[in-house]
């Protein structure tokens, strides 16, 4: 099975609601990374967590690697946050072998 | 800031054709890069890791044959698809890392490839 398993696939939000993501790892991870996929294809860095938690503006993340799971809060949803995010997982040491969720489809509903 | 820039943004190829992508990073050094795939059912693949001055590895599936990938310097990383077949489309995304500095994995937007 997939070593790393991303909910929901889709989320539609209201302008200002807020909800979470999750990533749900198979096996032991050592640091896990978020990214948005925005409309011109970009991947864009939103976090780097090797343990605990990050919070940059509407964003948060949190990282358990003894539970095995990552999380990725939006509050107050804004357009700007319409795209596609992606957890993506570092199991070993010294690489940059990534295994990514399958996305989460993020749109505001107008 | 650090970025990756990926060109050509896309390309169509014929069948049977090989083209080449090329990877720039900026501001930092990119001592270890990473070719991924995003196929069209959107699930990534890591293609190869390549770091400056070592062995280039390449996943299962995929090999120096018909991926060669050079990585001369700590600022520039290339890599040829050849002989492109149907399969072989998809997003192209190289992801940069200066090991000395930070962790995190750069990602340029990628090289869109479509194989007519």
Known sequence: GDQVEQSPSALSLHEGTGSALRCNFTTTMRAVQWFRKNSRGSLINLFYLASGTKENGRLKSAFDSKERYSTLHIRDAQLEDSGTYFCAAEAGTGSNRLTFGKGTKFSLIP | ?116
């Open chain 2, 1 to 116: 800031g650090a970025l990756v820039y990926q060109y050509p943004r896309r390309t169509i190829c014929k069948s049977g054709t090989s083209m080449r992508m090329e990877c720039q990073a900026v501001g930092f050094q990119a001592t270890s890069v990473a070719w991924y795939r995003q196929s069209p059912q959107k699930t990534f693949e890591l293609i190869a890791l390549s770091t400056v001055n070592s062995a280039i590895k390449y996943e299962q599936n995929f090999t120096q044959e018909k991926f060669p990938i050079s990585h001369p310097n700590l600022s520039f990383s290339s890599m040829t698809v050849l002989n492109a077949y149907l399969e072989d489309r998809g997003l192209y995304l190289c992801g940069a890392r200066d090991w000395g500095y930070a962790e995190t994995l750069y990602f340029g937007s990628g090289t869109r490839l479509t194989v007519l």
